[in-house]
């Protein structure tokens, strides 16, 4: 499993990489690539094998071009990485948020939440310091226009995307991880805690831990969509007390 970061390369590099028009074609570029390419072709080896998967020699090989033609667009996976971050980010999504604040914050989390499921490498990048490129700030930007009409001060908005979105993510890594654990091992999640079973039914019948034994069958059954449907509630309840009510004035 990957445990890559964002900003790990040549910050001014990835940064000009994202914010700089595409250079035009010379004769020193291969005229079947472009930068878009190599970036949506390291996404799709991503996407199918994980962020591991990602070398320049392999997203080249899926280009059918020479490793090295890739050096003339950008400097490495390091710095590959940051653009790949950029592309999936949600500023690709420019419909404009609702101005209702808990509708906004919802549709965020929603459209995360499909994001990380889409990418199932993307929540274990550690994007503790990101790059800001021109697709996460555009994302940015229209989320914050939609909790424009409230009056909380504008650090406890950005607090409460970075709530928002930490939950989110964090559901996504534990679903995520599940699901490539069992590519990665050929066991599947049932048969992983039926393997587990008989020690468990014996820990749960020698009185130690009577309010385990005590829970009914499905307390741990909610699945992936259960899980985020209750935290998703949980955390825009919580933030009412920030925002108030959408229903009626502060």
């Known amino acids: 499993m990957s445990t890559e970061s964002s900003g790990a390369g040549d910050v001014h590099r990835s940064m000009a990489l994202m914010w700089q028009e595409p250079a035009g074609a010379d004769a020193g570029r291969d005229a079947r690539l472009s930068l878009d390419r190599i970036v949506d072709t390291a996404i799709g080896v991503a996407d199918a094998d994980g962020l591991e998967a990602v070398s320049m020699r392999r997203v080249a090989a899926e280009l059918g071009v020479g490793t090295m033609s890739l050096y003339r667009y950008v400097p490495g996976k390091d710095e590959l990485l940051d653009l790949m971050l950029d592309r999936v980010n949600l500023g690709e999504v420019r419909a404009p948020f609702p101005t209702d604040w808990r509708a906004a914050l919802e549709r965020y989390a929603r459209e995360t939440w499909e994001l990380y499921r889409r990418h199932p490498w993307l929540p274990f990048v550690d994007q ?38 930490g939950f989110v993510a964090s559901l996504a890594r534990t679903v995520n991880g599940a699901m490539i654990a069992e590519q990665r091992t050929g066991v599947s999640t049932e048969e992983f805690w039926q393997a587990q079973e008989p020690v468990l039914v014996s820990a749960m019948a020698s009185g130690r831990f009577p309010v385990l034994a005590g829970l009914d069958m499905e307390a741990f059954g909610a699945g992936p969509e259960e899980s985020f449907e209750f935290g998703l509630r949980v955390v825009l309840d919580g933030l009412v007390g920030v925002f108030g009510n959408p229903e009626s004035p502060r």
């Open 128 to 165: 503790s310091r990101p790059l800001l490129g021109p697709n996460a700030l555009a994302g940015l930007e229209a989320l914050l226009t939609g909790l424009s009409g409230t009056d909380v001060e504008h650090r406890q908005q950005i607090l409460a995307i970075t709530t928002l979105e």
